[in-house]
C-alpha cells in the first residue's frame, strides 16, 4: 500500500483528499505546515506528496524546493494560483504534477495513479546504466549522471527527458509523448517547447551537441535515443 502525504493548512481539503484516497486503498498523512511537511518527508515512507502552495509558514514552492534537496519523491501541487507563470514556476522546482483548486477528487486520484505509475518506472532501472563504455553513466537511484567521468548537472525536467530516453534506447519518442513524460499531460504549450529541454540536454551529455550521438533527431516525428546497448 502506497502513503501519501497531504499537505494543506485548510482542513476540509485536507478531509475530502483522505477520504478518497483512503477508499482507492491509499495510507495517508496529513500536514498543515510547510515545516511539518519536511519533517515527514524527511523520516521516510512517503510514496507521494499532494503540495498546497498557499501555507502559513513556508509557501509550497520553498518545501518543493527543500524536498528536491534530498528526495526525488513525486510531487503534485494542489493550488488555487492559476496563472501560467505559476505553474511553470512550479514545475521548473522540481513539482512532477500539478492540480488547480477548485478540483475533481477523481482527477486527483488519476493524477497520484499516474505519477506512481511513473516513480515505479523510474525504481524499475538498475542501479547504473551506462552507454558507450561508461561515457555516458546514469545512477537513477541517485539521479546522478555522468559524462566521460564527470558529474553532469541535469534540471529537474532534463533529467526526466534523460531517463526517459534511457528506458526506452532506439525507441522514437514523438514531441507530444516527450511533453506528457516530462512536462505533465496538462501542458498547455507548444509541443515544441520539449526542444528547448533537447537541445539544452545536447550540450550537456553529447561530445559534440551539433552532431549527437545519443539524442538523434527523426524529422517530422521527434527523437530517439541512441548510442548503443546500456549495460
Do not use: W
Amino acid at each position: 500500500m502506497k502513503t501519501i502525504l497531504i499537505v494543506d493548512d485548510e482542513e476540509k481539503i485536507r478531509e475530502v483528499v483522505v477520504s478518497y484516497l483512503q477508499k482507492d486503498g491509499f495510507l495517508t498523512i496529513e500536514a498543515g505546515t510547510g515545516k511539518n511537511a519536511l519533517e515527514l518527508v524527511h523520516g521516510g515512507n512517503i510514496d507521494l506528496v499532494i503540495l498546497d502552495l498557499m501555507l502559513p509558514d513556508l509557501s509550497g514552492e520553498e518545501v518543493c524546493r527543500a524536498i528536491r534537496q534530498f528526495s526525488p519523491v513525486p510531487v503534485i501541487m494542489l493550488t488555487a494560483k492559476i496563472s501560467e507563470d505559476d505553474r511553470v514556476q512550479g514545475l521548473s522546482l522540481g513539482a512532477d504534477d500539478y492540480v488547480l483548486k477548485p478540483f475533481s477528487p477523481r482527477e486527483l486520484i488519476a493524477r497520484v495513479k499516474a505519477n506512481l505509475r511513473r516513480a515505479f518506472d523510474d525504481r524499475l532501472l538498475a542501479e547504473t546504466i551506462s552507454f558507450q563504455g561508461g561515457d555516458l553513466v546514469i545512477h537513477p537511484s541517485k539521479h546522478e549522471v555522468f559524462k566521460a567521468g564527470r558529474p553532469v548537472r541535469l534540471t529537474p525536467n532534463e533529467y526526466k527527458l534523460l531517463i526517459t530516453f534511457a528506458r526506452h534506447p532506439q525507441r522514437t519518442f514523438t514531441r507530444e509523448e516527450l511533453v506528457e513524460k516530462v512536462l505533465g499531460f496538462d501542458f498547455d504549450g507548444d509541443a515544441r517547447a520539449i526542444d528547448q529541454h533537447v537541445k539544452n540536454l545536447r550540450h550537456k551529455i553529447e561530445s559534440n551537441p551539433k552532431n549527437p550521438l545519443y539524442v538523434i533527431t527523426v524529422f517530422g516525428v521527434g527523437y530517439r535515443f541512441s548510442g548503443g546497448e546500456f549495460a
